[in-house]
């Protein structure tokens, strides 16, 4: 077995599980979800176990309850709204995600025509589009930008940070070639964990009889994976939840990616469910050392627990909550605690 490394989530899902961890600490239940914090149906279990409520609409949000924000990225006047609820609200919008709708709300007010290369429906694209709807355009495919209208005024290119980076390579040479004069960010609006994944995937595609991609039907950049292994050639490309989704009959060198929402205890579940008679082997195609710290509403309301507890004297626990190494906590341990919590 050979396992890709990187896999599993990205530095943008570990703040938005940490994040949401640490609302079921400082709220009663229940705490509610404006969509789900992240696209992978294991991880949005753990969380109703532990009392979060998802939702799709603010009208399910009593007045005043803590509200987050999931790591996909929500309409600014979804946000507004949800901030004049009068409760404690959490924007986990993944950094990169935010990075796409500062170009947009920068390049509509410059005039531009903006084409949008994401997927219909996606919770980041439908954030992304409403930042100015007059002037983007939503595309998926060449034979969609080819069937766009020619704009009257200048064109800028953004994409979904999740897309495959070989179908996103496709279409901006497409439009480079309509439009000479295209305008693109100086850096890629691609999510670097999800092109890493995707590379780590290609590194071991060759050597492998079947790709076992771990993560959820409804994670853009888990299906990008599956995608990417297709193209790659392998001759048997599978996507599973959970070790009990595997096929039978699985035989000769199996490969395991996990998308950058999918916990590594599946993966490692997986391992022992196939139990390759040969051992596993880990190729590592590039290492990540990024992090993105927890929300400025979250860190602040965690200073604030931090003193409250100091002046009433409480017990260390509650008063080390605003000193934690986030850096040192990771989102599988906060995962791991509210198991214990619910349990």
Known sequence: MLLAWPRGFCA???????????MTTLFEPPVYCFH???HND????????????????????????????????????????????????VNAVCPLVKK????????????????????????EAVGTEAVAPQAVRRIE????????????GRVAFLAQ????????????????????????????????????????????ASRCDCIVVVGSRTSSNTLALVRTAEKAGCPIVVRVDDPSELPDGLHGTVGVIAGASAPEEVVQAIVARLDPSEG???????????????PRELREGLRRLGVLSALAGLAPEPASLAGVDDRAMSAASALGRLSTKSA
């Open 12 to 22: 943008g899902v570990e703040m938005a599980i940490k994040s949401l961890a640490w």
């Open 36 to 38: 789900e914090i992240v």
């Open 42 to 89: 294991l991880v949005v279990d753990r969380f109703k176990a532990a009392g979060v409520r998802f939702v799709e609409s603010l009208d399910e949000v009593p007045a005043g309850a803590p509200l987050m924000l999931s790591a996909h990225g929500s309409p600014p006047e979804l946000v507004e709204a949800a901030r004049q609820r009068g409760g404690v609200v």
């Open 100 to 123: 796409v709708h500062h170009e947009v709300k920068v390049r509509a007010s410059k005039g531009y025509d903006i084409v949008y290369v994401g997927h219909e429906g996606h919770q």
């Open 141 to 152: 495919s060449v034979e969609e930008l080819a069937a766009l209208p020619d704009p009257e």
């Open 161 to 204: 940070t999740t897309l495959a980076l070989d179908e996103w390579n496709d279409i901006l040479d497409a439009a480079r070639r309509r439009w000479p004069e295209l305008w693109t960010p100086g850096t890629s609006d691609l999510c670097f964990a999800t092109t890493n994944r995707q590379a780590a995937l290609k590194a071991i």
């Open 280 to 294: 596993t082997e880990e190729v590592r195609n590039t290492d990540e050392d990024e992090y993105f710290p927890l």
